[in-house]
């Protein structure tokens, strides 16, 4: 999986934990294991609806990542709008993983087998 995506969705998934540890202490998220990972490719590669919402986050985050670059924080804004109904289409596995990579270090053999298995999703997109 790309790494600007994972690290572009923990930020995301992040500011929801954020005002959820606000409210009642820190979240308690779980660290993935290959197991997880492996689940969250099934269940959305096997569901067309999921993966084209997949696909669909991937291309509006690079989206909103070229916004950002280019100082235009409205349309980054007005994108980041569109984020969270692709990811409840992905059902809460996919979010409680990406939450969970946090705890990861994503550069260690851990977090680069997970990624590895994560990057099945990549597969049936075409960018």
Do not use: F, H, W
């Not at 096997?46 to 349309?75: F, G, M, P, R």
């Not at 993983?97 to 550069?107: F, N, S, Y």
């Amino acid at each position: 999986m790309k790494l600007k995506l994972i690290a572009a969705i923990s930020a995301l998934a992040a500011i929801p934990a954020l005002a959820l540890a606000q409210q009642s202490g820190p979240p308690k998220i779980p660290k993935p294991t290959k197991a997880d990972a492996q689940n969250v490719v099934q269940i959305v590669t096997s569901d067309k609806v999921k993966t084209q919402a997949y696909c669909d986050l991937a291309k509006l985050l690079d989206q909103i990542q070229v916004a950002k670059e280019k100082n235009d924080s409205n349309t980054a804004q007005a994108l980041r709008k569109q984020v969270d109904p692709l990811i409840d289409k992905l059902g809460p596995e996919y979010p409680k993983m990406i939450a969970g990579l946090d705890q990861v270090g994503l550069t260690s053999s851990e977090g680069k087998e997970l990624l590895s298995i994560l990057s099945e999703l990549d597969k049936p997109c075409t960018n």
